[in-house]
């Protein structure tokens, strides 16, 4: 059976923004989805996400699509990496994704970043996994440096970039048929 699995962002939940609506489309067409409540969602933690992502991941294969928001993109980037090496996954969207931050205020929103944004990423390996990857950006993303993460986006992953005019953080609307389509195209 073909799942999705969405991972909401930092301080987000399973029911914020578009990610419902996304889980009822998806699961009228046939999908099992599951979108599981991240643990310290406010104090994001690399191990404990990734561990959260093996926990709900029971099967990881190609009947299996990831898509993440934000930090989540991150997750599933570091959840792709820790894979065994024969592993094939059926396809990733990533949605506001990120490898640097821009408007980081406080000295403690800096001291959660610094892991996700230092800690190396084998790209390589992550697209030993899978081939097919789908990143969705917005040009007024107030957290996202658009130009060089989109580059990274294209360049290591060989992802399909789409970048939406005035869409914020791409958790504030309700509905992100982008997501949809993209899928569909996997």
Known sequence: MKQVIIIHGWGGNPEEGWLP???????STGFKVQIPAMPDTESPDIEKWVGILRQTITK?????????HSIGCQAI????????VSIKIGGVIF???????DNIES???RAIAKPWINT???????????????VILSDNDPFGFLESN???FEEKLDARVL???NRGHLIETQELPEVIREIEKF
Do not use: M, N
């Open 150 to 152: 989109k580059k990274i």
């Open 163 to 165: 970048v939406l005019q």
């Open 95 to 101: 949605v506001a994704g990120w490898f640097d931050l």
């Open 60 to 68: 990881p294969d190609e009947q299996a699509y990831l898509i993440g």
């Open 21 to 27: 609506w996304a889980r009822k489309i998806l699961e």
């Open 120 to 134: 190396p990423i084998d790209f390589v390996k992550i697209k030993s996994h899978c081939e097919k990857f789908t």
């Open 77 to 84: 980037l570091r959840y792709l990496e820790s894979l065994p």
């Open 107 to 109: 000295d403690e929103e």
